[in-house]
T-cell receptor, first 111, second 114 residues
Framework: GQQVMQIPQYQHVQEGEDFTTYCNSS?????IQWYKQRPGGHPVFLIQ?????EVKKQKRLTFQFGEAKKNSSLHITATQTTDVGTYFC???????????FGQGTTLQVKP | EAQVTQNPRYLITVTGKKLTVTCSQN?????MSWYRQDPGLGLRQIYY???????DKGDVPEGYKVSRKEKRNFPLILESPSPNQTSLYFC?????????????FGPGTRLTVT
């Protein structure tokens, strides 16, 4: 069945370093969503990308959707301790209401 | 305040004892779904509903039931819980179907089955 893979699973960085997580789908996606889950919390929507090659920025976060609409990335510039958490990508299964999440990347930031 | 609520937040039960986790949203959303979260496996969709009386299986529906009799409520039923259903469960809702809108998640229900 359709799969969404996310790497790396864990990342430890020093505060101020950059961070990137990658998301790859086995099929073309109509859109991709990104969520952040703080430790002990619930996933919170960050952004949705729809167009091929789309790039969106939110302050220090940059989101990209690949040209083939099968991959995406989230890049954080100059990480801060407030960036700690697990980042998930999610994409819809074709022609259904299913939403498939990647396994998530857990980011730890050392002050 | 727009929100998704789940009850209970924590539950410890024994194998085979039927239980229901309630989920309610106050945003008039059409789409609701249930996920389970396990270490290393991310969020896996159990069931979803695109409207009242319309429910469909997600990726891991075995051992679960749902119903959508009203727009705001989407309870998750475990008829005969087993230890492999020990997990963190999230309910979510969104404006529409086809997974094209942002999901609003509830606070989660941590279930332990002994």
């Amino acid at each position: 069945g359709q799969q969404v893979m996310q790497i790396p699973q864990y990342q430890h960085v020093q505060e101020g370093e950059d961070f990137t997580t990658y998301c790859n789908s086995s099929t073309t996606l109509s859109n991709i969503q990104w969520y952040k889950q703080r430790p002990g919390g619930h996933p919170v929507f960050l952004i949705q990308l729809v167009k091929s090659g789309e790039v969106k920025k939110q302050k220090r976060l940059t989101f990209q959707f690949g040209e083939a609409k099968k991959n995406s990335s989230l890049h954080i510039t100059a990480t801060q301790t407030t960036d700690v958490g697990t980042y998930f990508c999610a994409g819809p299964a074709s022609n259904t209401g299913k939403l498939i999440f990647g396994q998530g990347t857990t980011l730890q930031v050392k002050p | 305040e727009a929100q998704v609520t789940q009850n209970p937040r924590y539950l410890i039960t024994v194998t085979g004892k039927k239980l229901t986790v309630t989920c309610s949203q106050n945003m008039n959303h059409e789409y609701m779904s249930w996920y389970r979260q396990d270490p290393g496996l991310g969020l896996r969709q159990i069931y979803y509903s695109m409207n009242v009386e319309v429910t469909d299986k997600g990726d891991v529906p075995e051992g679960y039931k749902v119903s959508r009799k009203e727009k705001r409520n989407f309870p998750l039923i475990l008829e005969s819980p087993s230890p492999n259903q020990t997990s963190l469960y999230f309910c979510a809702s969104s404006l529409g179907g086809l997974a094209a809108y942002e999901q609003y998640f509830g606070p989660g229900t941590r279930l332990t089955v002994t």
